[in-house]
Antibody, heavy 122, light 108 residues
């Protein structure tokens, strides 16, 4: 059973860089049938796709975040990471990592992490 | 980029049928996926592709699509179906993804 878990600081100061890691277990991060995505949810609001990374290092970024966003893979640790720079209070959200299945019609996010709340505040 | 539009809130009487819709131009070309999110929990996939219900999802959940609109139907809604429901799909112009704004479903 594939499992994903987010980790990182829960508090980031404005203008600094938000860094999160997702650890994947029970499956291979190098699988050609998987993309690895980040989705966030501001308090009381809906889901927002942030971006997607896939082996060996291709990326797709949300147009609204691409100037501040970097996604990467660490195959040795079976992890993928998010870095979002110059954060503001508007980046406060629960951040989820998720697997996007290329083998399934619709290429849905079929496995999700539990989510991690990141607050941007001084 | 494309957008997906959902009704913000709907209600259904216990045991009755409700259909949640998702409208967007990209749905003319790509399937919608549907997620259920209960308070304080991560989303779970409840329907995807043309007609696929993941293992463990009750068969009262079904999906359909026509032109630019995808629908998720819950036949015989149960109290545990009270949740937020989100659709998602690919963007029409590129390889980006998009989520609908979500529908808060209340079971009366």
């Amino acid at each position: 059973q594939l499992q994903l878990k987010e980790s990182g600081p829960g508090l980031v100061r404005p203008s600094e860089t938000l860094s999160l890691t997702c650890t994947v277990s029970g499956g291979s991060i190098t699988s050609s049938a998987s993309y690895w995505g980040w989705v966030r949810q501001p308090p009381g609001k809906g889901l927002q796709w942030i971006g997607t990374v896939y082996y060996p290092g291709g990326t797709y970024y949300s147009p609204s975040l691409k100037t501040r966003l970097t996604l990467s893979l660490d195959t040795a640790r079976s992890q993928f990471s998010l870095k979002l720079n110059s954060v503001t209070a508007a980046d406060t959200a629960v951040y989820y990592c998720a697997r996007q299945s290329l083998a399934a019609p619709g290429t849905p996010f079929d496995y999700w992490g539990q989510g991690i709340l990141v607050t941007v505040s001084s | 980029s494309s957008e997906l539009t959902q009704d913000p809130a709907m209600s259904v009487a216990l045991g009755q049928t409700v259909t949640i819709t998702c409208q967007g131009d990209s749905l003319r070309n790509y399937y919608a996926n549907w997620y259920q999110q209960k308070a304080g929990q991560a989303p779970i996939l409840v329907f995807h592709g043309k007609n696929i219900r993941p293992s463990g999802i009750p068969d009262r959940f079904s999906g359909s699509s026509s032109r630019d609109t995808a629908s998720l139907t819950i036949a015989g809604a149960q109290a545990e179906d009270e949740a937020d429901y989100y659709c998602n799909s690919r963007d029409n112009s590129d390889d980006h993804l998009v989520f609908g704004g979500g529908t808060k479903l209340t079971v009366l």
